[in-house]
């Protein structure tokens, strides 16, 4: 039987279409949030993202007519944009090496197997491939993003539907190595949102989960 905690927080979250702009997550709910993000694993434990915390309502402002005019952006009490790194290269593996080693307080050279795999498979690889992966490394901690925030009763609303290009300029990330890929508001549904009382659709389980005995 499935946590009761984790499943009525399941049960109650839904993609939020209209946000109470009058209401504010709490500095130490936000940090618990942006704790997930940092916490969510990533292949090699490597981290090939970055997470925008969009503050200034000017850019909130901005980034709305390339999202489709969604209200969620400049509506919720927050949002985030979640970049993936666009190329990976050695100078950026040697940088997670070296991080390795100032946490678990081990010398360089006993990472060097690890470092030499990590540039066989991803700095080797080809660019478009080494691309998709660290996108879907991104949707990982999404994932991660979107289960604490029900677990803490903060409505969040998962975005693909803006122009990454736009966000990139908007945002400056010309020429820095990171892209954007998702957005993800946050805040609290508004009362006027009929969203939230409709029920949940998924096929039932049998047509979803499969056991392999």
Do not use: C
């Amino acid at each position: 039987m499935a946590n009761k905690q984790i499943q009525e927080a399941l049960e109650w979250r839904y993609a939020v279409k209209k946000f109470d702009p009058t209401k504010k997550i709490s500095e130490k709910d936000l940090n618990t949030l942006l704790e997930s993000l940092k916490l969510a694993p990533s292949s090699y434990g490597i981290q090939p993202w970055k997470f925008l915390v969009v503050e200034n309502p000017a850019v909130r402002d901005e980034l709305k007519p390339v999202s489709w005019n969604q209200s969620q952006v400049t509506d919720a009490s927050h949002q985030i944009v979640l970049l993936y790194r666009d190329t990976i290269d050695e100078a950026f593996v040697q940088k997670y090496i070296e991080r390795i080693a100032e946490v678990r307080g081990v010398d360089l050279p006993s990472l060097q197997g690890f470092k030499d795999m990590m540039i066989n498979n991803i700095v080797k690889a080809p660019e478009e491939k080494i691309r998709v992966w660290s996108q879907r490394q991104a949707y990982i901690a999404m994932g991660f993003l979107l289960e604490t925030a029900a677990l803490l009763k903060i409505d969040a609303t998962p975005m693909e539907g803006f122009s990454a290009s736009d966000y990139d300029r908007i945002l400056k990330l010309d020429g820095t190595g990171w892209k954007s890929i998702a957005t993800v508001t946050l805040g609290y549904r508004h009362t006027e949102d009929s969203f939230q009382n409709l029920k949940k659709v998924r096929f039932a389980d049998d047509a979803l989960i499969e056991y392999v005995k």
